[in-house]
C-alpha cells in the first residue's frame, strides 16, 4: 500500500526543462558527520512566511517555483504548517497543509495527513539573530533547505547558510537556487 501511494504521489510531480530530481530515498549529507539544530532556538519567533531560496531535490517539490512555507502556532508545542508550491507563471500548483509537533529546540516532527509515510524531522540547523534566513534539515540527510523571510536573500545570508549545510555534512554541489 505504502507503494502506491508513492507512486500516486510522484505522478503529479513534474520537472522543469533540465530540473534535476532527486530520488524519495536519495541522501544528500554524509551521515556520518555529526548534526545539530540551533540550540538557542525560538519557536515564536521563527512563526510566520518564510520563502524557500535554495533546496535539495526531492520528488514533491519538482518543477515548483516562488515556494512559501507559513508557520502558526495551534497550541503549546504544536504549530501548522502550509507549503504552496507555484507554476513558472505565478499561480498556485500546490498546497500541503500539516502540523508540526515541537520535540527539541529547532526539532519538530512534521505530518502531512495527506502523506501515508508517518512523521519526518525537520530540524532547524542555524537561523540568524534577526530570524530573516534559516537553514533547514533533517538527520537522515533526504532533505534541506535555506528559509528566508523575503523573496531574495543577501550574499552574505546565502554564504552562511551554504556554510551551515556544509558543515552539518551537506554536499552543495546538489543544492539548487529556487525561483521566487
Same mark, same amino acid.
Given at each position: ?11 503529479? &510531480? ?33 512563526? /510566520?512566511?518564510?520563502?524557500e #531560496?535554495? +533546496?535539495?531535490? $526531492?520528488?514533491?517539490?519538482?518543477? &515548483? $517555483? ?18 504552496? &508550491? +507555484?507554476?513558472?507563471?505565478?499561480? #498556485?500548483?500546490?498546497?500541503?497543509e ?8 529547532? +526539532?519538530f ?14 530540524? $532547524?540547523?542555524?537561523?540568524?539573530? /534577526?530570524? %530573516?534566513?534559516? #537553514?533547514?534539515?533533517?538527520?537522515n540527510? !533526504? ?5 528566508? %523571510? ?6 552574505? !545570508?546565502?554564504?552562511?547558510? %551554504? ?5 552539518? /555534512?551537506?554536499?552543495?554541489? !546538489? ?6
Open positions: 500500500m505504502k507503494r502506491l501511494w508513492a507512486v500516486l504521489l510522484l505522478a503529479g &510531480c513534474a520537472a522543469a526543462p533540465g530540473e534535476e530530481v532527486g530520488g524519495l530515498f536519495e541522501v544528500y549529507r554524509n551521515r556520518d558527520v555529526p548534526i545539530a539544530s540551533q540550540a538557542n532556538f525560538e519557536a515564536a519567533r521563527y512563526l /510566520g512566511t518564510w520563502y #531560496v535554495a +533546496r535539495f531535490p $526531492v520528488p514533491f517539490e519538482a518543477g &515548483c $517555483v516562488g515556494v512559501t512555507a507559513e508557520y502558526a502556532l495551534i497550541s503549546e508545542g504544536v504549530i501548522s504548517v502550509k507549503n504552496t &508550491c +507555484r507554476n513558472l507563471d505565478g499561480t #498556485v500548483r500546490s498546497v500541503i500539516g502540523r508540526g509537533e515541537i520535540v527539541g529546540r529547532g +526539532r516532527e512534521i505530518t502531512f495527513p495527506s502523506v501515508p509515510f508517518g512523521a519526518a524531522d525537520y530540524w $532547524v540547523l542555524w537561523v540568524d539573530e /534577526g530570524y %530573516r534566513t534559516a #537553514v533547514v534539515g533533517a538527520p540527510g !533526504r532533505s534541506g533547505w535555506i528559509l528566508n %523571510r523575503e523573496p531574495t536573500i543577501p550574499a552574505d !545570508r546565502l554564504a552562511a547558510a %551554504r556554510e551551515i549545510l556544509d558543515f552539518n /555534512g551537506y554536499d552543495l554541489s !546538489r543544492l539548487m537556487e529556487v525561483m521566487q
